[in-house]
């Protein structure tokens, strides 16, 4: 079994380091990070 990591810990320079890695654009690390916040700062407002 492999260790899944919480993105949500990354920093937007990590993630975008990884995702790179992976093959996609750097914007996608800013796509997504900005996505989770928003996502996080709507789920602390319910």
Do not use: C
């Amino acid at each position: 079994m492999s260790d899944k990591e919480d993105i949500r810990q990354l920093t937007l320079e990590e993630l975008t380091e990884k995702l790179v890695a992976l093959g996609e654009k750097p914007y996608r690390a800013k796509q997504i990070h900005e996505w989770l916040w928003k996502k996080e700062q709507l789920a602390l407002m319910i």
